[in-house]
């Protein structure tokens, strides 16, 4: 059985180098955080979206965030989890994830 820290470890490692992007800055802050809080089931899906496909995770996460059931449901509690830290670390400044450019007013 593999070490849990070297497990931990290499799921961050993964979370920051998927070729897309946008995955990388929604699971690489998200393995960075709460990778370590979550429960054993919760790493056991964790490793399977690892296996999935950068668009489709893409897709899933972000119609979880909108309330919209996506997605195996065999990972679907993960993917809640994620969504909901990917959202709610941006709830503040929606544009960082939206691509919108920021209104800089001078004070």
Do not use: C
Not at 15 to 25: A, C, I, T, V, Y
Not at 73 to 80: F, P, R, S, Y
Not at 81 to 97: K, S, W, Y
């Amino acid at each position: 059985m593999e070490d849990p820290e070297i497990r931990l470890k290499r799921l961050r490692m993964r979370s920051w180098r998927r070729g897309m992007k946008e995955m990388d800055l929604i699971l690489g802050p998200f393995a960075d955080t709460q990778l370590a809080q979550l429960s054993e089931p919760l790493i056991a899906q964790y490793e399977q979206v690892m296996g999935e496909n950068d668009q489709d995770l893409y897709l899933w996460v972000t119609a979880r965030a909108r309330g919209e059931s996506a997605g195996p449901a065999e990972i679907a509690g993960v993917l809640d989890v994620i969504a909901d830290h990917a959202f709610g670390r941006l709830a503040g400044n929606p544009a960082e994830f939206t691509n919108r450019p920021q209104i800089i007013r001078p004070d």
